[in-house]
């Protein structure tokens, strides 16, 4: 009997472990849910083109990033990397966000994509770079590096969608 019991406390503890590997599952603004691994947020805006582009790029500044390029011609802009709060793992994260400016039927809108670059920090040993998607556990880089990313994207504004591209 205490064979049995033993047996189903480890199955159950391992459905729990299993079960919260996947990670946290964020809300939107509006509450739903952000669905995993996407890795495109995009801000609907009612400004014009050239003004959401000069906007999104002035709104960098203060989240601590420096401008790596801009083209007003594309309606583009990409920040240079920043270093993110270090997750459980101690490796260290870099966050480099690119925002393309785009009107469709007379809506605008900006599509905030992000790239993660990580290393350890206990060594010079770089693990090399990658799209910012939502998932992850706490504290992982990626998570690590998603939750930056969707914080820059939150403080510009609430309306907010969610796209794998």
């Not at 690119?98 to 770089?126: P, Y």
Request: hydrophobic fraction near 35%; charge should be negative; charged fraction near 20%.
């Amino acid at each position: 009997m205490r064979h049995k019991i033993i047996s189903y406390s480890v199955v159950l503890l391992s459905f729990f472990a299993f079960t919260n590997c996947a990670g946290t599952q964020d809300l939107a603004p509006d509450g739903s849910k952000i669905p995993y691994e996407v890795n495109t947020i995009i801000i609907n805006t009612d400004m014009t083109e050239n003004e959401a582009f000069k906007a999104i790029g002035k709104h960098f500044i203060p989240e601590g990033y420096a401008i790596k390029n801009s083209s007003p011609e594309f309606s583009n802009v990409t920040t240079e990397f920043k270093e993110a709060p270090a997750g459980a793992l101690q490796a260290s994260v870099d966050v480099r966000i690119s925002a393309s400016v785009v009107t469709e039927n007379d809506n605008t809108k900006i599509l905030l994509n992000g790239t993660l670059r990580q290393g350890m920090q206990t060594s010079s040993f770089d693990i090399g770079e990658s799209t910012i998607k939502q998932k992850g556990q706490s504290g992982s880089p990626m998570r690590v590096a998603w939750d930056e990313f969707y914080s820059v994207a939150k403080s510009f504004s609430d309306n907010l969608s969610f796209e794998k591209r």
